[in-house]
């Protein structure tokens, strides 16, 4: 188990760019498949990015690919997520999740996410 604590968010005009941090405590041996969320007012989360510990590789959704970075710090046990170009539509609670990646063998954005953070929320004005 984990525990993942969220910062970074906060509100910035159409065209800027915001820097996401996840901490991750606990369990920080375990190679972990980690992922960022997001959940816009009235609809349902969807994942955005998801990044394997391990070896660092990571995916996008097509909707944020070439502006949002996904990427760890090992030696602080966090997880970022760099958005640039932000858009309205940006606009969300977003959340770090983990899953032990030795437990499944695999890390991709529908995984079985067990461990959540209490979100951050980000605002995105045009």
């Known amino acids: 188990q984990v525990q993942l604590v969220e910062s970074g968010g906060g509100s910035v005009q159409a065209g800027g760019s915001l820097r996401l941090s996840c901490v991750r405590s606990?369990?920080?041996?375990?190679?972990?498949?980690m992922a960022w969320f997001r959940q816009p007012p009235g609809k349902e989360r969807e994942g955005v990015a998801v990044l394997y510990t391990g070896d660092g590789s990571a995916h996008y959704v097509d909707s944020v690919k070439g502006r949002f970075t996904i990427f760890q710090d090992n030696a602080k046990n966090t997880l970022y997520l760099t958005m640039d170009s932000l858009k309205p539509e940006d606009t969300a609670m977003y959340y770090c999740?983990?899953?032990?990646?030795?437990?499944?063998?695999?890390?991709?954005?529908?995984?079985?996410?067990?461990?959540w953070g209490q979100g951050t929320q980000v605002i995105v004005s045009s």
């Open positions: 999740a983990a899953y032990n990646y030795n437990r499944y063998m695999n890390c991709y954005i529908g995984g079985p996410f067990s461990n």
């Open positions: 606990g369990d920080i041996s375990s190679k972990y498949c």
